[in-house]
Nanobody
Framework: EVQLVESGGGLVQAGGSLRLSCAAS????????IDWFRQAPGKEREGVSCISSSDGSTYYADSVKGRFTISRNNAKNTVYLQMNSLKPEDTADYYC????????????????WGKGTLVTVSL
């Protein structure tokens, strides 16, 4: 059974940090790029970051560039999203997703999805 399980969400004050984890199982993790998306109440889902499977290339939305860092540990089948200098506008449900090899940061391109973890940033 394919699973992507997010963890690490919570409540943090503006300027603080959180590290999200995405643990994968049930598929060949090394063959997949892993994306992070987020969706705030009343807003469309937004691609946040992606790390490719082939060479570990990383991609970020402009809104998080310089504040978020994505990484992966293939030995643990896990991807991390380190989020620093958090802002209230970062408040959202955060989802990880898997797509074959290359990063697209497009929802329609994902093969597998996790159920999400909530991040709330207070003033």
């Amino acid at each position: 059974e394919v699973q992507l399980v997010e963890s690490g969400g919570g409540l943090v004050q503006a300027g603080g940090s959180l590290r999200l984890s995405c643990a994968a199982s049930g598929f060949t993790f090394d063959d997949y790029a892993i994306d992070w998306f987020r969706q705030a109440p009343g807003k469309e889902r937004e691609g946040v970051s992606c790390i490719s499977s082939s060479d570990g290339s990383t991609y970020y939305a402009d809104s998080v560039k310089g504040r978020f860092t994505i990484s992966r540990n293939n030995a643990k089948n896990t991807v991390y999203l380190q989020m620093n200098s958090l802002k209230p506008e970062d408040t959202a449900d955060y989802y990880c997703a898997a797509e074959t090899k290359y990063c697209s940061l497009l929802s329609v391109g994902m093969d597998y999805w996790g159920k999400g973890t909530l991040v709330t940033v207070s003033l």
